[in-house]
T-cell receptor
Framework: GAVVSQHPSRVICKSGTSVKIECRSLDFQATTMFWYRQFPKQSLMLMATSNEGSKATYEQGVEKDKFLINHASLTLSTLTVTSAHPEDSSFYIC???????????FGNGTRLTVT | AQSVTQPDIHITVSEGASLELRCNYSYGATPYLFWYVQSPGQGLQLLLKYFSGDTLVQGIKGFEAEFKRSQSSFNLRKPSVHWSDAAEYFCAVGEKTSYDKVIFGPGTSLSVIP
């Protein structure tokens, strides 16, 4: 089946630094990838839709300049949390779909802790 | 705009007992519907999906769900729960036209008593 790999699984960074999270589709090409954020004991909130070769589409309330998304190839999307603050600490999950009518396949998530 | 509700925040069942997790959605047309399961600190795994056709869908791990248009529901069921089923369960709805946005419900946490 389809596999989505997310790296790193855990990262701790200092306040003010930037962190990059990678999301790769390992056995299929994904023209569209999605980034979600999940707070403890809460559901997944869609942050942005990442489209290969074009700008990402951000959901309302998500800061574009803070959460930089790049989808440089059909198998890789990256999320960079810039100038991280403790309130950015969260669980970030990426997902991808093989085709327009296929379900989402999820990575295992990245636990970000900003100290 | 579509939305998903899961009325039960937390459910506890005994191992071997039957299970039903409720899900209600709000969407203008026939939606795509999904159930995902999440183990602690992990990503999400697709249990089953409904796109069209037979309203009773079978999934992995012995789960099934029934789409009831009149009730705007997509409840998840399992006849006999195993201790390894303890996890967080999310119902989700996707737009049928673009299928770009998938909105998740708040989740139901399942605990299984041995």
């Amino acid at each position: 089946g389809a596999v989505v790999s997310q790296h790193p699984s855990r990262v701790i960074c200092k306040s003010g630094t930037s962190v990059k999270i990678e999301c790769r589709s390992l056995d299929f090409q994904a023209t569209t990838m999605f980034w979600y954020r999940q707070f403890p004991k809460q559901s997944l909130m869609l942050m942005a839709t990442s489209n290969e070769g074009s700008k990402a589409t951000y959901e309302q309330g998500v800061e574009k300049d803070k959460f930089l998304i790049n989808h440089a190839s059909l198998t890789l999307s990256t999320l960079t949390v810039t100038s991280a603050h403790p309130e950015d600490s969260s669980f970030y999950i990426c997902s991808a779909k093989r085709a327009w009518d296929s379900p989402l396949h999820f990575g295992n998530g990245t636990r970000l802790t900003v100290t | 705009a579509q939305s998903v509700t899961q009325p039960d925040i937390h459910i506890t069942v005994s191992e071997g007992a039957s299970l039903e997790l409720r899900c209600n959605y709000s969407y203008g047309a026939t939606p795509y519907l999904f159930w995902y399961v999440q183990s602690p600190g992990q990503g999400l795994q697709l249990l089953l999906k409904y796109f069209s056709g037979d309203t009773l869908v079978q999934g992995i791990k012995g789960f099934e769900a029934e789409f009831k248009r009149s009730q705007s529901s997509f409840n998840l069921r399992k006849p006999s729960v195993h201790w390894s089923d303890a996890a967080e369960y999310f119902c989700a709805v996707g737009e049928k036209t673009s299928y770009d946005k998938v909105i998740f419900g708040p989740g139901t946490s399942l605990s299984v008593i041995p």
